[in-house]
């Protein structure tokens, strides 16, 4: 694909802040897409847990034509249909109370979620926010700041105030982090960035008591575990799956909110739900009538078909056959972990394939699946990511199990 012009177009015109594979693609059907040549993927990426429903879904894109015939765009200065009936869903969807904010990503949302830290604390001079290590929150001046990984951070200084991070995991280190500055704790449920890592049951309910008793919020990053990918509607409904009327303060949204279009959103509970008011934030494009009703229909979709349900059972499905992988060939795969349909599969140290090349494994071994006909997204050094489709088929899960079965094998001759 080095020669396609739609490469060589995006290269001469484009600013380089993504490191892309050589790979264009033109169109998809379900799980699958098409580069220019023609050749067919299994994409298990899902751009990164976004497209949630795969790729040209018809009742998708009807519904988009639909509301495009009506109307696409008016600033929140007015109401519109769409906009109330998924902010409706979505307070059903985070327990029954609270209310929605919109913006168009990820970042978005977590800049909105600094905000409400800051107004919170303001009268007592709360505006630090503790996140962790390996965490990831989006490359906004703030989003950095409040990032655990100092490669996202170089070249940015002077960092945005107010962020410091302790270890992942880690409730004694959160405690002694505490200072009178600080207002709040900002944690990802699982971090997807780092290598798909999982905060346990007692590690969450560790930091509500905590913050409940120093009188702070606890904020999550929901926007990559969100959305049913794990098989609840947020991330930390299927770990505190036993405690029921667990909930943190407030959280984000982004990614697959919108199954594939721009969209943040954040979540703020009853006590917090009217303190961004007017003139504190604001969005243009944020809750847009046409993103809107494309993100109603796909939560329709989702429920309809019992797609929480196959994130479940699918994601246990590749988790158990790439456990049976990893036994068979410990050289090449050391550890799966994650939940549902978020699914980090880590590397051995010191393939010998990979020896001569200075770049991460986890790049050269998402390349190497792309050779084969698999799209997946690396994270960190030594892990690659399945995040596909809430609607992924065994036949499709079976796809990718052999692609990687055959890379793997490979790797290990």
Known sequence: MNDSPIQSRIDAHVIPTYSRFPIALTHGEGCHVFDAGGKRYLDLGAGIATAALGHGHPELAAALAEQAGKLTHVSNLYYTEPQSLLA?????LAGGSGKIFFCNSGAEANEALYKLARLNGADDG???ILTTLGSFHGRTLAGIAATGQAKVKEGFAPAVEGFRHVPYGDLDAMREAISPATGAMLVEPIQGESGVNC?????????RALCNERNLLLLFDEVQCGHFRTGNFFGWQTIMAAHANFAPDACSMGKSLAAGLPMGAIWAST?????????????????????SAHALKAIEIIERDNLAQNTTDIGNYLAE???????????????????????GVELAENIAAFAESKRPASVQ????????????????????RLLPPLNISKTDADEGLALIENVVKELDS
């Open 199 to 207: 905060a346990t049951p007692e590690y969450l309910l560790g930091l």
């Open 365 to 384: 071994i998402v390349e190497r699946l792309h050779s084969a006909g698999l799209l997946t997204i690396p994270a960190g050094a030594r892990v690659f």
């Open 126 to 128: 709360q505006f630090e």
């Open 88 to 92: 409706e869903k979505l307070v059903a």
């Open 321 to 343: 056959q790439i456990g049976k992988l990893i036994a068979a060939h410990p050289n090449v795969l050391r550890e799966v972990r994650g939940l549902g349909l978020m699914i």
């Open 271 to 291: 006590p917090l739900q009217d303190l961004l008011g007017p003139g504190t934030h604001g969005t243009t494009f944020g809750g847009t009538p046409l993103v």
